[in-house]
C-alpha cells in the first residue's frame, strides 16, 4: 500500500555532496521528512529517494546544511502527466472523455429481463417504452416503483416486478402469475358425439351413458355417449323406468379413414432481378435514425428492400443503442416458369400429413398412408388416404331435454 501511494505521490531520487551530508539528514528527519534506500556512495556523498511534494523543503534545508542537492531521477503519477502538458488536444479530449464518462454514466444504455417464461420480453420491453423507459432515458429521473405498478397493470400474467438501476444497466425483474386451474364446466345436458367415421375399438366413458361398444360401426354425428341416463326400477317392481340428463364427458378411439386432398398449379410467378438496386445508409442511436447516404424515394413499380442492422455490443454481449443500418431496394420483374412436378407433389405430401397429425392429435396413431396424384385443370391434386387410431369423441349440447314435472 505503501508503494503504491508513493506512485501516487512521486518519487524522486536525490544526489547530495557535502562535507557533513548526516546533518542535511539529521534536519531532514526533524522536519518530518520522509526518505530511504539512503546509499552511502563516499564519506560525503549520499543517493537517497523522498516523496515529490517534499522536494522544495528538501533543497531549502540543504541550503542550510551546505549540500549540493542533484536531481538524479524520478516517477509516479505527476510525472506521467507532466509528459502531455504541452499536448493540448490530448488533454482537451481526456478532459472530454473524463465529462462524456461521467455524463453518459447517468443515463440507461441496456434493459435486460428476466424471471420470464410465459410473458415475452419483447411485450415487456414494448409496454416499457411506451412508459417512456428506453435506452437513453436518464437513469436517476426514473421513478422505478410507480414504473414497476404500471407495468403490472398493463401487461397480463405478471404478479411482481421490480426495475434496479446499476450504472446504465437497467434490470427488469418479474414474477409470472400462477395461472389458476380451469375447471370443468359439469352443468347443463351433453352428450358425446362421433367427429368422424369409424370403427370403435376402446370407449372410456366418465358421464352419461355408453351406447356403443367395441367393434360398432358409427357415423359422424352418431351418439357414441348420451347424456340422458336411464335409472331402472327397483327388481319386481311395476315403476316404469326414470331418467336424468347429465354434462356427458368421456374418451371414445375408434378406427378411422381419413382422405385429404390438396391443389398447386403446375405455373408459378416468380422474381427476376433487373440488376438495378438502391443502398441507404443510416444510423441508430438512442432509438433515433440518422440517415447518412442514399435516398428512400423509389420509382420501381416491384422491389425488393433488405435491410441488415450491425449491433454494438459490448464484451459481455449485452447489445447497445446503437447499430449500423443498410437498406438495400432491388427492382425485379414477374416471369411465369413451371413448377417442378415432383418438389411439388413432395411439398403438397407434406402439408397433407401435417394436416392429418392435426386431424388425429397428439394420441391419435397413423398406421397407414397412401397417396395418388394426377392433374387437373392446369393444377396438380394430390390426395392422402390414411388409416388412423384416434380419439373421435366431442361434446355437444343435447337436442331433446327432459320436460320438468
Same mark, same amino acid.
Given at each position: ?29 526533524? #522536519? ?35 549540500? #549540493? ?101 437497467? #434490470? ?66 311395476? +315403476? ?100 417442378? +412436378? ?64
Amino acid at each position: 500500500m505503501r508503494k503504491l501511494m508513493n506512485l501516487i505521490l512521486g518519487m524522486v531520487v536525490v544526489r547530495l555532496t557535502g562535507p557533513f551530508p548526516e546533518r542535511l539528514i539529521n534536519l531532514c528527519a526533524q #522536519e518530518g521528512i520522509d526518505f530511504w534506500a539512503m546509499d552511502w556512495l563516499d564519506e560525503h556523498t549520499i543517493r537517497l529517494t523522498t516523496r515529490r511534494y517534499t522536494l522544495g523543503r528538501f533543497l531549502e534545508l540543504a541550503g542550510r546544511a551546505g549540500c #549540493e542537492v542533484e536531481r538524479e531521477s524520478s516517477q509516479g503519477l505527476p510525472d506521467f502527466v507532466n509528459r502531455f502538458r504541452t499536448r493540448y488536444a490530448f488533454l482537451v479530449g481526456l478532459v472530454f472523455a473524463l465529462c462524456a464518462v461521467s455524463v453518459l454514466s447517468r443515463f440507461v444504455l441496456t434493459i435486460q429481463v428476466s424471471g420470464n417464461e410465459e410473458v415475452p420480453s419483447a411485450v415487456i420491453l414494448s409496454q416499457l417504452r411506451q412508459l417512456g423507459v428506453r435506452p437513453g432515458v436518464y437513469g436517476p429521473g426514473l421513478n422505478r416503483r410507480q414504473l414497476a405498478q404500471e407495468l403490472l397493470v398493463q401487461v397480463d400474467g405478471l404478479s411482481w416486478a421490480a426495475l434496479n438501476l446499476y450504472g446504465t444497466r437497467l #434490470e427488469v425483474v418479474v414474477r409470472e402469475a400462477i395461472q389458476t386451474p380451469e375447471r370443468l364446466d359439469e352443468s347443463g345436458y351433453f352428450d358425446v358425439v362421433a367427429e368422424a367415421d369409424g370403427v370403435v375399438t376402446h370407449i372410456e366413458p366418465e358421464w352419461g351413458e355408453a351406447l356403443v361398444q367395441d367393434g360398432d360401426v358409427v357415423a359422424r354425428g352418431d351418439i357414441l355417449i348420451s347424456g340422458t341416463v336411464t335409472m331402472p326400477p327397483p327388481l319386481y317392481s311395476e +315403476l316404469p323406468p326414470r331418467y336424468y340428463q347429465t354434462h356427458a364427458r368421456g374418451r371414445i378411439w375408434a378406427r378411422t379413414w381419413r382422405v385429404l386432398t390438396a391443389v398447386i398449379p403446375v405455373e408459378a410467378a416468380v422474381k427476376e432481378y433487373t440488376g438495378s438496386e438502391k443502398s441507404v445508409w443510416s444510423l441508430n442511436v438512442l432509438g433515433q435514425r440518422v440517415k447518412i447516404f442514399g435516398t428512400t424515394s423509389i420509382s420501381w413499380p416491384m422491389y425488393d428492400k433488405i435491410t441488415t442492422v450491425r449491433q454494438a455490443a459490448l464484451p459481455g454481449g449485452d447489445a447497445l443503442p446503437l447499430s449500423l443500418n443498410r437498406e438495400v431496394f432491388r427492382e425485379y420483374q414477374l416471369q411465369t416458369v413451371e413448377v417442378d +412436378l415432383a418438389a411439388a407433389q413432395a411439398l403438397l405430401e407434406e402439408q397433407l400429413l401435417q394436416r392429418l397429425d392435426l386431424l388425429t392429435g397428439e394420441d391419435g396413431e397413423v398406421e397407414s398412408t397412401q397417396f395418388t396424384a394426377r392433374m387437373n385443370d392446369g393444377c396438380l391434386e394430390v390426395t392422402l388416404t390414411a388409416q388412423c387410431l384416434e380419439e373421435i369423441g366431442q361434446e355437444r349440447p343435447g337436442e331433446h331435454p327432459l320436460e320438468s314435472d
